[in-house]
């Protein structure tokens, strides 16, 4: 079965200051990784897939098959993305949008 | 709000008891999601349906637990018999081709 690992349970950095949320995943063929984000109080919610390439709220995330890696990436933080981030995965392309196998999450505390 | 909407969102029910939840997917969506989530992490697979298939099972959905969607669109979880490891919060999703679309969950106690 897939596995994804995000190591840092908790991550606080300063406003203005860079981020990075880790998050690698077992699979090595080709799944399709995303990136969730829940606010306080609200609910879980899509913030980018790596099929998009886009840039979400400042966000990118790249995804590095050599490292099996999906790590999220801001380079200015704001207070208002304090939040618990979510990286999930498809088993591979073929199961895109069947299960979905998520991380533990990282809560992202931004101090003013 | 036109999101996918879970009832109830809170239920406390005393072990042994049959609990039932239901979720109310975004209109035209033919995909839902039932996931749980226990404290500190992520949302686990339960199962999914596409339009009123059932078309795949965690091993996580024990014989106790059975979801159906019968006409495609609203879906029911039943927890019967509960045990106090069913305590968790219930999210269900939905999706019609890219986007997976989550609720705001159904959180059960059991004790």
């Known amino acids: 079965a897939q596995r994804v690992t995000q190591p840092e349970k908790l991550l606080s950095v300063f406003k203005g200051a860079p981020v990075e949320l880790k998050c690698n995943y077992s699979?090595?063929?080709?799944?399709?990784l995303f990136w969730y984000v829940q606010y306080s109080r609200q609910r879980l919610q899509l913030l980018l897939r790596?099929?998009s390439r886009e840039s979400i709220k400042g966000f990118t995330a790249d995804l590095n098959k050599g490292e099996t890696s999906f790590h999220l990436k801001k380079p200015f933080a704001q207070e208002e993305d304090s939040a618990m981030y979510y990286c999930a995965s498809t088993a591979d392309r073929g199961s895109t949008l069947g299960r979905l196998y998520f991380g533990r999450g990282t809560q992202l505390t931004v101090w003013p | 709000d036109t999101g996918v909407s879970q009832n109830p969102r809170h239920k406390i029910t005393k072990r042994g008891q049959n609990v039932t939840f239901r979720c109310d997917p975004i209109?035209?969506?033919?995909?839902l999601y039932w996931y749980r989530q226990t404290l500190g992490q992520g949302p686990e697979f339960l199962t999914y349906?596409?339009?009123?298939?059932?078309?795949?099972k965690s091993r996580l959905l024990s014989d106790r637990f059975s979801a159906e969607r019968p006409k495609g669109s609203f879906s029911t979880l039943e927890i019967q018999r509960t045990e106090q490891g069913d305590s968790a919060m219930y999210l269900c999703a939905s999706s019609r081709v890219n986007t997976i679309y989550f609720g705001e969950g159904s959180w059960l106690t059991v004790v």
């Open positions: 699979y090595s063929g080709s799944p399709e």
């Open positions: 349906f596409q339009n009123e298939a059932q078309l795949e």
């Open positions: 790596h099929i």
């Open positions: 209109s035209e969506h033919n995909r």
